[in-house]
């Protein structure tokens, strides 16, 4: 059972289109962070989000934690060829009880010039 | 600064062999962990470490040994690799152990089992 779902798995998008990306779940989160992942690298932490109905604004990219702490969205404004990569939402059930991190299941971009 | 340092970048194994996958950081993190990455299912922890002689398992650690005898290492031992293992691998750490603080990681081991 995947506990963070994410939609859409793919997602292929002229430059200069907005999108959203989708991080779902029935559990609650202390605690969500968004990661985007090149091609033959490591993920990369973007945000961290830690309470229900904040909003934090990286440039074009705006992240959302929802009221309930259950979800998450990235829209991402005049998407750039270099957004392309992979994103991934991973999430904080225990407020670091337990040290694990469970990622979603990752959103596929990819930005056409 | 090289942050963390994993090794070798792409491997093939018989079914059966053993192999160890190393991990190094030099951000003196008390927090370490190692993450396979299967398409469609995210990254999944594998084992994790909070300190020097102090590891416990993830979610998926069969098949998988690990041990901390330094801050800065944290290898993987696969000791009788199977094709269900063929994935990509991650290492990655933290300062310290809250799970909200930045994972650092680094580039990732591809791993084929034939």
């Known amino acids: 059972t995947q506990l963070l779902e994410q939609s859409p798995q793919f997602l292929s998008i002229q430059e200069g289109e907005n999108l959203t990306v989708y991080c779902n779940s029935s559990?609650?989160?202390?605690?969500l962070q968004w990661y985007r992942q090149e091609p033959g690298e490591g993920p990369v932490l973007l945000v961290t989000?830690?309470?229900?109905?904040e909003v934090k604004k990286l440039k074009r990219l705006t992240f959302q934690f929802g009221d309930a702490r259950k979800d998450s969205s990235l829209h991402i404004t005049a998407a750039q060829p270099g957004d392309t990569g992979l994103y991934l939402c991973?999430?904080?059930?225990?407020?670091?009880?337990?040290?694990?991190?469970?990622f979603g299941t990752g959103t596929l971009l990819a930005v056409q010039p | 600064n090289a942050g963390v340092t994993q090794t070798p970048k792409f491997q093939v194994l018989k079914t059966g062999q053993s192999m160890t996958l190393q991990c190094a950081q030099d951000?003196?993190?008390?927090?370490m962990s190692w993450y396979r990455q299967d398409p469609g299912m995210g990254l999944r922890l594998i084992h994790y470490?909070?300190?020097?002689?102090?590891?416990d398992q993830g979610e998926v650690p069969n098949g998988y040994n690990v041990s901390r005898s330094t801050t800065e290492d944290f290898p993987l031992r696969l000791l009788s690799a199977a094709p269900s293992q063929t994935s990509v691998y991650f290492c990655?750490?933290?300062?310290?152990?809250?799970?909200?603080?930045?994972?650092?990681f680094g580039s990732g081991t591809q791993l084929s089992v034939l």
């Open positions: 989000v830690v309470t229900g109905g």
């Open positions: 559990s609650v989160f202390s605690s």
């Open positions: 990655a750490s933290r300062p310290r152990q809250a799970t909200n603080e930045k994972l650092f």
């Open positions: 951000m003196n993190h008390e927090y």
């Open positions: 991973a999430g904080d059930r225990y407020g670091g009880a337990t040290n694990k991190l469970i």
């Open positions: 470490s909070v300190g020097a002689g102090i590891t």
